[in-house]
């Protein structure tokens, strides 16, 4: 007699510990194989698009802040820059300086996170508060500027909101010196253990046009061998006054773009900045950095699509102004969700301990995801 | 010793055989709970830069206690959808599993709960009960994270009993006793007439079985790790896939319960590994009340040396925990079959024909 099977249909999340927040997958499993994932958002929506419009330009700041939480900086820096473009300001290089420094301060903190959950997800518990122990030290710094270390309100239209602490500079140095062995220690304990390795290598490799096609950016893209980084190839701010890297997966312990590589890609990435973050504070001139905001923010009537690359991936904002002192529209492209949507294609034919290893890898923020 | 001596006092031996049966338990298995679970604790923490419970005690040494009571007064919640009776059982069954091993086990010369003459392969067999327990509990939680959390847990723990039968073989084949007491005894002296250093027999034999030895310790600690699941092995509870495994549905006491089976079994095995390679409660240089002239000080030394040595292999399992990733299904059986049992099956044989030689 045959047995009447049936798919087991398993419900990953909204409360589940390893789906990054409240992130509900929809996995269909022949054992423990999974024969397709859906993943179900929205849990965490709060309308910021639509909001915005009823908002003046500076208000929309602290809003996009609450959007990817773990990039706060580079979402102001952002719609900061998107702002400017639209009513044509300059800002002083000091601005610009510092919102480089703040913007690759930010990039190595989120991929700390990234990578210390990544950990976590893999089993490895310890990895997971040696990055939080670091990024810690990041936080106080952007305490010391700004007040927060969350949600900072720092960078605002045609400037910053204070002037960098006297001991910034100094301290920033001693974060330097003190991080570059905590890299060393990060892949002894985990990137080069064979555990991991076994784990991660192979697995769910993307392809260069698959991942084309899907629209992937950031870390996971270059992760495939595509070196796109839009801080080289759609310049902004003083990026190209730094002389750095961009990393790209080569398949190096598997195949070209699995998630070992796209784990790997992000250790490199942390490297890069402070290779960016090094030559700024010696660079960073003199100057006021409040002269050139604005006093009403009223942008002609027009559009502006502009893209900066945020720890995830392409963040672009498009903005509609009819001239008055609210947008008219505001739509974000946000990486994570678009990256999200390779999660189909990455997970059939693997494993259920594989989806949490595939997920991580991809790096999502719910918060973005949803707006 | 234990046994004639509440005899004496009882004249029961009904009742003397009751109060021995508790004694594991209430001298050494729960107070062993609440140490284990708070080194647990201080060693994860030192190992990750972080202090660990500081606020119940002095450096929070009463922590543990202050959990067990918040424990205790929780709500026992058992779903609608559960199959009650297997429910409730399958707890009382993996803490009976892994409780019953201590019979067996000689906490010192003269204290031994029951000197079975077939001691080791008595543990072996209780302990096989945890893999019914966990698969009862996975199934009557009506629960899929569960489902599948048992399912993986009774695939590893049955594979990874074949190296551990085999390496306990091979160390039978030396020793010519699976009488756990008696194995203990023949590695009295000092550390070199220890299994892991050939056993107590001075001669070439000793010699080439060392490097065989060693390498048998290794699988056998590594396959032990895999049937208690822990990491790089806890695969049926992995916290990120699973949420917790078989364990998921269960709170109050019940939950204590898989939890105190989980310590208990962690020093079983520590005291399995103990007896068959470290000369189990012998120390490993001669006995103070011998020198002294103290015969009644020579048990509590043993028992002294029997905890270390069972405490170091615990804390060596936490190290493990607290350092490695842990390992995907398939890789976990493929890594037993295709590496732990071949290896096994090669160092028995050898062993078997030094042994003839």
Known sequence: MALKTEEMILNMGPQHPSTHGVLRLELKLEGEIISDVIPHIGYLHRCFEKHAEAMTYPQVIPYTDRMDYLAAMYNEFGYALAVERLMGIEVPERVEYIRVIMGELQRIASHLVALGTYGADIGAFTPFLYCFRDREKILHLFEITCGARLLYNYIWIGGVSHDLHPDFIRLTRDFITEFKPNIKELNDLLSYNQIFIDRTANVAPLPKETAINYGITGPNLRASGVKWDLRKDDPYSVYHKFDYEIPVGSGERGKTGDCWDRYIIRVREMEESLKIIEQAIEQIPDGDVTSAIPKRVKPPVGQIYTRVENPRGELGYFIISDGSLNPYRIKVRAPSFVNLSIMGELCKGWMVADVVAILGSIDIVLGEIDR | ?357
């Open chain 2, 1 to 357: 010793m234990i046994y004639d001596w509440l005899h004496d006092i009882t004249g029961s031996e009904l009742l003397a055989a009751f109060i021995q049966s508790w004694l594991p338990l209430l001298l050494f298995i729960l107070p062993f709970v609440l140490v284990a679970v708070l080194a647990e604790r201080k060693v994860s923490a030192h190992m990750q830069d972080r202090l660990g419970p500081m606020r119940v005690g002095y450096h929070g040494v009463l922590q543990t206690i202050a959990d067990l009571i918040k424990l205790l007064q929780k709500e026992d919640i058992t779903a609608s959808a559960n199959d009650r009776k297997l429910f409730n059982l399958a707890p009382l069954l993996v803490f009976a599993g892994s409780y019953a091993a201590f019979a067996a086990i000689p906490f010192s010369g003269a204290f031994i709960g029951s000197q079975i003459e077939l001691g080791l392969i008595y543990i072996v067999a209780v302990t096989g009960l945890v893999v019914a327990g966990i698969l009862m509990a996975g199934w009557a939680s009506n629960n899929k994270y569960s489902l599948l959390g048992a399912m993986r847990a009774a695939a590893q723990i049955i594979s990874y009993e074949i190296p551990t039968l085999l390496i306990i073989l091979t160390v039978i084949m030396v020793t010519g006793t699976v009488n756990l007491h008696t194995l203990s005894e023949m590695q009295t002296g000092y550390f070199w007439n220890w299994m892991i250093l050939g056993g107590p027999e001075f001669g070439l034999q000793k010699f080439l079985l060392i490097p065989f030895m060693m390498m048998g310790f290794l699988i056998i600690f590594i396959s032990m790790l895999a049937e208690v699941n822990r990491t790089p092995f806890d695969i049926p509870e992995a916290e990120s896939e699973l949420v917790s495994g078989f364990h998921t549905e269960y709170s109050g006491m019940k939950f204590a319960m898989f939890f105190l089976a989980e310590y208990a079994n962690m020093f079983a095995i520590s005291a399995i590994i103990a007896v068959l390679f470290f000369g189990g409660f012998q120390s490993p240089f001669g006995y103070l009340g011998n020198s002294l002239g103290w015969e009644w000080l020579v048990p509590f030394e043993q028992f002294f040396w029997f905890t270390v040595k069972g405490l170091f292999f615990i804390f060596v399992q936490m190290w493990l925990r607290w350092t490695l990733p842990r390992f995907r299904v398939d890789q976990l059986m493929a890594f037993c079959w295709k590496y732990m049992i071949p290896f096994a099956f090669v160092i028995l044989i050898i062993v078997g024909l030094i042994t003839v030689l």
